[in-house]
């Protein structure tokens, strides 16, 4: 199982990025997938969370600022960050796959992550 990260960046403060996750090794369209972050010092903290039928879940912290979406034929997970906030800085990785029913406090004992990718947000 492969899971590669890319799209973060450094953005001022209301700025928008577009994270991307390219998947492989594994049967792609049967799983929950997500995405957490985690930024230096603090716990990870899931971020949004989305089923094989599109249905979706997020954290109070995004909600309303940040979409998660996939694109089953090119095996891709997307998060797309809108009106984002210095608290947003950490490092965005995407897991697959998670355990749906626990929502974004989905565990780091199952499943696959990659690297992540960086998400540096200046006020």
């Known amino acids: 199982v492969q899971l590669v990260e890319s799209g973060g960046g450094s953005v001022q403060s209301g700025g928008s990025l577009r994270l991307s996750c390219a998947a492989s090794g594994y049967a792609y369209s049967t799983y929950c997938m997500g995405w957490f972050r985690q930024a230096p010092g603090k716990e990870r903290e899931g971020v949004a969370t989305?089923?094989?039928?599109?249905?979706?879940k997020y954290a109070d912290s995004v909600k309303g600022r940040f979409t998660i979406s996939r694109d089953s034929a090119n095996r891709r997970l997307y998060l797309q960050l809108n009106n984002l906030k210095p608290e947003d800085t950490a490092r965005y990785h995407c897991q697959a796959p998670i355990i749906c029913n626990d929502g974004v406090h989905f565990s780091d004992d199952f499943g696959y992550w990659g690297q992540g990718t960086q998400v540096t947000v200046s006020p």
């Open positions: 989305i089923d094989n039928d599109g249905n979706t």
